[in-house]
Structure formats: structure tokens, C-alpha cells
């Protein structure tokens, strides 16, 4: 998926370049799943979902990309990233998915 699908997805205005949520210097031209599907893809729904892709810059993709240690850090910056830049409804929609990321989060600590 590319950037532009997940704002639209989220029903966040493309009016404005975007900034990166992980770096807020640069504009954002990818989405990144943060945790992996794996070869082939997966069967669970949230590693599928929009809650585990963040929109980000090419040089924050290349460096904080699928890497356990910063689920944690991505996580926390979706979530900020969301809360500003959503509609109500886009919010209330990643925020189903709030559980899995704490559970997650907690793993990896």
C-alpha cells in the first residue's frame, strides 16, 4: 500500500505534504508494516491491518524498518500521528486495534 491509500484510508486530508511521524522532517512516500507479515503474508488480522502499517519518509524505512526493537517507538508514533492527523471516525477505527498493539509492545520490551 502506498502512502496516499492509508491517508485516504484514515481520512487524513493529502491537502498538505505530510511530515514523517517517526522523524518530523521529512514528507512521507511509504507505508511500513511494523511488525512483519512474513513470506507469503499472514492469517492474522491485525499484522494485516491498517493499525500495523505507519506512513513514513524513505530514510526512516531503510533505518527503523523491521526491526523488534523499535516496535515499541513506532507504535507510539502511529498513535500520535493518528490522534492528530485522523477524522473521529478514522481515529475510532485504529483505535480497535489498541489491545494488540499494547500486547505487542509489552513482548518486545
Same mark, same amino acid.
Given at each position: 500500500?502506498?502512502?496516499?491509500?492509508?491517508?485516504? %484510508?484514515?481520512?487524513?486530508? /493529502? $491537502?498538505?505534504?505530510?511530515? *514523517?511521524?517517526?522523524? /518530523?522532517?521529512?514528507?512521507?512516500?511509504?507505508?511500513?508494516?511494523?511488525?512483519?507479515?512474513?513470506?507469503?503474508?499472514?492469517? #492474522?488480522?491485525?499484522? #494485516?491491518?491498517?493499525?500495523? $502499517?505507519?506512513?513514513? *519518509?524513505?530514510? *526512516?524505512?531503510?533505518?527503523?524498518?523491521? $526491526?523488534?526493537?523499535? %516496535?515499541?517507538?513506532?507504535? #507510539?508514533?502511529?498513535?500520535?500521528?493518528?490522534?492528530? $492527523?485522523?477524522?473521529?471516525?478514522?481515529?475510532?477505527?485504529?483505535?480497535?486495534?489498541?489491545?494488540?498493539? /499494547?500486547?505487542?509492545?509489552?513482548? #518486545?520490551?
Amino acid at each position: 500500500m502506498n502512502a496516499k491509500d492509508y491517508l485516504k %484510508y484514515y481520512d487524513i486530508s /493529502e $491537502q498538505d505534504k505530510i511530515l *514523517c511521524p517517526v522523524c /518530523e522532517q521529512r514528507i512521507i512516500v511509504d507505508t511500513n508494516h511494523i511488525i512483519l507479515r512474513g513470506m507469503g503474508g499472514s492469517t #492474522n488480522k491485525f499484522i #494485516n491491518s491498517m493499525a500495523n $502499517q505507519i506512513p513514513i *519518509c524513505r530514510e *526512516c524505512h531503510i533505518t527503523f524498518a523491521d $526491526q523488534p526493537k523499535y %516496535y515499541e517507538m513506532l507504535f #507510539n508514533k502511529l498513535t500520535n500521528f493518528v490522534k492528530k $492527523q485522523a477524522t473521529k471516525t478514522g481515529y475510532q477505527e485504529f483505535m480497535k486495534y489498541q489491545t494488540e498493539i /499494547e500486547i505487542i509492545k509489552a513482548k #518486545n520490551r
